[in-house]
Nanobody, 125 residues
Framework: QVQLVESGGGLVQAGDSLRLSCAAS????????MAWFRQAPGKGRGFVAA????????YYENSVKGRFTIARDNAKNTVYLQMNGLKAEDTAVYYC??????????????????WGQGTQVTVSS
């Protein structure tokens, strides 16, 4: 049974940094794409970043490029989202998710099969 467990969220001030972690278990993820989505109050779940576990190819939503970095640690089966220069508009519940690397649309939430429970990130301005 696949499990994705997020951690690292919290309350920070604008300009601060946070690192989210997603511990993955239950199968081999070498042929998977891992991603982070976020959902702000009253809004839909939106794409943030993704990484292909096999070759490390990364994808980012435009508003986080240059501020957020997604990375994986093969030994720990963990995916990270380093978030720098946080803004009030980054406030949301952040979800870790996984799907086969063969899926075409990396930014569509419907393409992803497994989801974590989410971790709250709140940025005060």
């Amino acid at each position: 049974q696949v499990q994705l467990v997020e951690s690292g969220g919290g309350l920070v001030q604008a300009g601060d940094s946070l690192r989210l972690s997603c511990a993955a278990s239950g199968r081999t993820f070498s042929d998977y794409r891992m991603a982070w989505f976020r959902q702000a109050p009253g809004k839909g779940r939106g794409f943030v970043a993704a990484i292909n576990w096999n070759d490390g190819t990364t994808y980012y939503e435009n508003s986080v490029k240059g501020r957020f970095t997604i990375a994986r640690d093969n030994a720990k089966n963990t995916v990270y989202l380093q978030m720098n220069g946080l803004k009030a508009e980054d406030t949301a519940v952040y979800y870790c998710t996984a799907t086969s690397v063969g899926t075409r649309w990396y930014a569509l939430s419907s393409e992803y099969r497994y989801w974590g429970q989410g971790t709250q990130v709140t940025v005060s301005s």
